[in-house]
């Protein structure tokens, strides 16, 4: 039956900070009780990473980087929700940011000015300029499995400890159908 940690040997992050993104290395601090586990890299994306590995659905959460703009100016935030729900980016996280229009990060914006790859961003060391929303539900779910900044590790966290990283707890989800 697949669990939050699956099949994969998790170690404390701030012992084995080489298998992160140099952004989420310099804060590890701020995520003591995080862990970490090497993957395969081909194996990031959330369904394949879940299967391969026996991690549950809804253990795991994914992390978007949306673009609101008003006016000319630009505002980036970090969206996180369940992999099992889908983000109300148009609607809850449009009117929170105070933006007129809102739409996903293109790859190559979102990738420069995280610093991290792709398949692989993670709330830990964005910038601290951005908002950092934070579904309801991934706060209640626990130990969670999110990106480490790279594609070759994941991280594991308690859900709770992502909005003591300064992330506004919303309720970002979708409502289900």
């Known amino acids: 039956m ?7 040997g998790w170690a404390p992050l701030g012992e084995h900070l080489d298998l992160v993104a140099p952004a989420v290395a ?4 701020r995520v003591p ?6 993957i395969d890299p081909q194996l990031a994306d959330t369904a394949a990473f879940c299967a391969a590995y026996d991690v549950a659905l809804e253990s795991s959460a994914n992390c978007v980087v949306v673009a609101g703009r008003r006016g000319g100016v630009t505002t980036h935030a970090a969206v996180m929700v369940l992999a099992t729900d889908r983000a109300d980016v148009n609607g809850v996280v449009r009117r929170h940011l105070d933006v ?3 739409s996903f990060a293109p790859m190559v914006e979102a990738v420069a000015l995280t610093g991290m790859e792709y398949g692989g961003i993670t709330p830990v060391g964005l910038p601290q300029t951005w908002p950092v929303l934070v579904d309801a539900g991934v706060v209640a779910a626990g130990p969670v499995v999110i990106g480490s900044g790279l ?4 991280l594991l966290i ?5 909005a003591a ?5 919303l309720p970002l989800a979708l409502p289900s159908s």
């Open 100 to 102: 007129r229009k809102i």
């Open 165 to 169: 990283l300064g992330g506004v707890v």
């Open 151 to 154: 594609r070759s590790s994941k």
């Open 158 to 162: 308690d859900g709770a400890d992502l």
């Open 2 to 8: 697949p669990t939050p940690e699956g099949t994969l």
């Open 33 to 38: 009780r995080a862990r970490v586990a090497a």
């Open 26 to 29: 310099a804060v590890a601090a």
